[in-house]
């Protein structure tokens, strides 16, 4: 958020700090144009997370992460305010089931 406040996102409560958690979610607000798919994929190889990242059409940034609860959970906390240039006005996050077999982190088109 650019004049710095809080954005919030719905997430479960977690049974243990070990759990694996996937999460879909949405962001939007200034996420296109500013590397912001490149750098939300070096932040969950950093965080050791799996996913994806792709544009919508209406401006928005699409992602699913999927990995170890604290993990997920410090990806979702970069992604509250995105890389330098961005401007995250909104955060959609709903828990879902895993995805068998996602490896990696990668931005699609």
């Known amino acids: 958020a650019g004049s710095g406040q809080r954005i919030p996102s ?5 049974t243990s ?4 958690r996937t999460l879909h979610g949405r962001v939007e607000g200034r996420v296109q144009g500013v590397s912001f798919r490149a750098a939300m994929q070096r932040q969950a ?3 050791g ?3 994806w990242v792709r544009n919508c059409p209406d401006g928005a940034v699409e992602f699913l992460i999927q990995g170890e609860h604290r993990a997920a959970q410090k990806l979702l906390d970069w992604v ?5 240039g961005a401007s995250v006005d909104a955060l959609n996050v709903a828990e879902t089931d895993p995805t068998p077999g996602l490896g990696g982190f ?3 088109y």
């Open 80 to 84: 509250r305010h995105g890389p330098p």
């Open 49 to 51: 997370v799996a996913g």
């Open 45 to 47: 190889e950093l965080c």
């Open 106 to 108: 990668e931005i699609r």
């Open 10 to 14: 719905r997430i479960l409560p977690m």
């Open 17 to 20: 700090s070990n759990d694996s």
